[in-house]
């Protein structure tokens, strides 16, 4: 599995992700979003409500961060945002639980879509084995006084996707 796909993988492996903005004030604001969907190559979907302040950052500074932590394994996406207005999409990310935010459904002419279009990617995964592998790695290498070998692409790589 190339790096790419392992992070298509370990995507998919969470629900929820922070999402930062730069506000209208011109600084760093982070909130935690669910995930409305992910598309192969690390394409991101977030639904919010219409008249939502992030929308109005990204419009004036699309630049954007997302972070997702949980299990021992960490991704940090760096990118792009764009409001999708689609109701087809819409349909297509729809999820039982945004019928909290949206009751009349994916019609609901609330409902957005921020699509955040990945730059750069990297992850780390140290869960299970992974991580008793990454410790005996880093022990080795504490005992020797060196700096522990970088690790396979499938714990760290850092991704620009296609």
Same mark, same amino acid.
């Given at each position: 599995?190339?790096?790419? /796909?392992?992070?298509?993988?370990?995507?998919?492996?969470?629900?929820?992700?922070?999402?930062?903005?730069?506000?209208?004030?011109?600084?760093?604001?982070?909130?935690?979003?669910?995930?409305?969907?992910?598309?192969?190559?690390?394409?991101?979907?977030?639904?919010?409500?219409?008249?939502?302040? !992030?929308?109005? /950052?990204?419009?004036?500074?699309?630049?954007?961060?997302?972070?997702?932590?949980?299990?021992?394994?960490?991704?940090?996406?760096?990118?792009?945002?764009?409001?999708?207005?689609?109701?087809?999409?819409?349909?297509?990310?729809?999820?039982?639980?945004?019928?909290?935010?949206?009751?009349?459904?994916?019609?609901?002419?609330?409902?957005?879509?921020?699509?955040?279009?990945?730059?750069?990617?990297?992850?780390?995964?140290?869960?299970?084995?992974?991580?008793?592998?990454?410790?005996? /790695?880093?022990? !080795?290498?504490?005992?020797?006084?060196?700096?522990?070998? /970088?690790?396979?692409?499938?714990?760290?790589?850092?991704?620009?996707?296609?």
């Amino acid at each position: 599995m190339n790096a790419q /796909e392992r992070l298509d993988q370990l995507i998919a492996s969470f629900d929820t992700a922070m999402l930062v903005t730069t506000s209208l004030r011109g600084q760093p604001r982070a909130r935690p979003m669910a995930i409305a969907g992910h598309v192969k190559g690390g394409l991101l979907y977030f639904a919010t409500r219409a008249e939502d302040e !992030k929308l109005e /950052e990204l419009l004036q500074h699309p630049d954007v961060a997302v972070t997702m932590q949980g299990d021992n394994r960490f991704l940090s996406i760096t990118g792009r945002g764009r409001i999708e207005t689609d109701v087809q999409l819409a349909r297509e990310m729809w999820k039982p639980s945004m019928k909290l935010w949206f009751p009349e459904g994916a019609e609901s002419p609330q409902l957005t879509l921020i699509l955040v279009e990945p730059l750069c990617a990297e992850y780390w995964d140290r869960a299970g084995l992974r991580r008793l592998e990454f410790l005996w /790695e880093a022990g !080795k290498a504490l005992v020797r006084g060196e700096i522990p070998e /970088e690790p396979p692409q499938d714990l760290h790589a850092k991704v620009r996707p296609e």
